[in-house]
């Protein structure tokens, strides 16, 4: 994730206001999915629902089911995010299990990776590459100048992971004209701008044999499937602080002379507290720009952790120090120690040995979602007189508690980097890969 805000900052009231957009994705609740087309087909993100399976081939039953309790898991999300200038379908799934004796355990939240070869699409993109290796060689023949001036400023704002963009989630992607050679004929056919269309159209005829009316997967819990769009994260920058001319500023009383001036206002991110969890504080702070996220996607980004815990050690341990001195003639100051993203402790793709990299990570607010969503499907089936019943026994507390919900504050999923398809069944036409899955449980 890169450094979002910046601390110099124009005092100007016209900047104050603008915001900067990131790299992240945010996935968010979109309305009831009822059309049964958009149902079965996997090219549409959806929260809850049942899985619209994406390879020919069915996958087990058993990938949804809890590893503590062995009982299959309602999905949480399904995400389709292709990568871009890849001849392969992809979709991610994510189960997750609301048994309360399975919460805080891992292997009660499991992700796969989905991949299908798109005939029709490898097709273009071999006929693009060819295309853009004949202007390279052209343009590597005549010396020309720079197009652009590069020390001009750059109006175009930073592409999301692999210039996905709204193609994330099933979103047409923004095409983009290729620069034409001189005195070559124009294509008559823009492979850019129907290539998400063609690849959606080719993925739904697929779907058609492959429906899960008569499989396991449609008697399996779910909850009410809900559309997941996607729109940029944008973050407001701090304000500048502006002292009046006027105003007389005093150093505030000094409690350790022999240790100088306080210095606890020097708050860095993710430095130890023995007051505040910082990175919780953090986290709150940067979700409240966009409350009802469900998803956050960033392929190979850095995720936002959650809480001071071990998966935050793991993944932001502290760096090397030499040892402290034991003597006052070595007496130094020490600087604070600032944390850094790794990915050193996360396990390879078992398949390729491939090294693993963040993708996306599963926010609170989807609890509350998939929470709303079942309690509005369960009052719409009640009559007039049930509802009163369910409200008397509320109030005469004859209801027992809910043993049921999901407990985690954040689920990273983490996948192979090479997005490796090696399969016994299809070799490397399509694949169904279990993926890493990070939780940090909310306290």
């Known amino acids: 994730m890169p450094s979002i805000v910046d601390d110099d900052w124009s005092d100007s009231d016209d900047e104050i206001g603008a915001e900067v957009e990131t790299a992240v994705l945010l996935g968010v609740p979109d309305g009831i999915m009822e059309t049964e087309t958009d149902i079965k087909d996997a090219a549409v993100s959806r929260i809850g629902g049942h899985p619209a399976i994406l390879p020919s081939r069915e996958p087990p039953f058993s990938s949804s089911q809890c590893k503590i309790c062995s009982y299959p898991m309602e999905l949480l999300v399904q995400v389709w995010c292709p990568v871009e200038d890849s001849p392969m379908d992809r979709a991610l799934y994510i189960w997750g299990c609301s048994r309360s004796a399975c919460q805080r355990k891992d292997g009660s939240v499991r992700a796969w990776r989905a991949l299908r070869h798109n005939a029709e699409y490898a097709a273009k993109l071999a006929k693009k590459l060819a295309k853009k290796q004949a202007q390279q060689k052209a343009s590597s023949s005549v010396k020309t100048a720079p197009a652009t001036n590069p020390f001009a400023m750059q109006a175009k704002s930073t592409p999301g992971p692999f210039g996905l963009g709204d193609h994330v989630f099933g979103q ?87 240790d100088g001036k306080d210095v606890s206002w020097a708050f860095e991110p993710y430095e130890n507290s023995l007051e505040v969890d910082g990175v919780f504080d953090r986290f709150t702070k940067r979700v409240s720009h966009t409350g009802e996220q469900c998803l956050r996607y960033e392929l190979k980004g850095i995720p936002l952790p959650f809480s001071s815990d071990k998966v935050f050690d793991r993944l932001f341990p502290f760096p090397p120090q030499d040892p402290l001195p034991v003597t006052k003639a070595a007496f130094k100051v020490i600087p604070t120690v600032r944390r850094s993203y790794s990915t050193t402790s996360i396990p390879p793709c078992p398949t390729c040995k491939a090294a693993r990299v963040f993708e996306c990570q599963l926010m609170p607010n989807l609890i509350n979602v998939l929470r709303a969503s079942v309690k509005d499907e369960d009052t719409q089936k009640l009559t007039d007189e049930q509802r009163m019943k369910v409200v008397q026994e509320v109030l005469q507390k004859k209801l027992s508690s809910d043993k049921r919900g999901m407990e985690w504050g954040t689920c990273m999923i983490f996948s192979c980097e090479k997005d490796c398809c090696l399969d016994d069944y299809s070799g490397d036409k399509e694949c169904w890969r279990e993926e890493l899955v990070l939780v940090q449980w909310d306290d």
Not at 180 to 207: F, G, K, N, Q, R
């Open 172 to 258: 047409p992607a923004p095409t983009v004209a290729a620069p034409a050679i001189e005195d070559e004929p124009e294509d008559t056919c823009d492979t850019e701008s129907v290539t998400s269309e063609s690849s959606a159209h080719s993925l739904i005829i697929a779907m058609a044999s492959t429906t899960i009316d008569d499989s396991p997967w449609q008697a399996a819990p779910s909850f009410p499937p809900l559309y997941l769009s996607t729109t940029s994260e944008y973050l407001p920058p701090p304000p500048k602080t502006k002292i009046s001319q006027s105003a007389h500023i005093e150093d505030p009383p000094d409690e350790y002379p022999k």
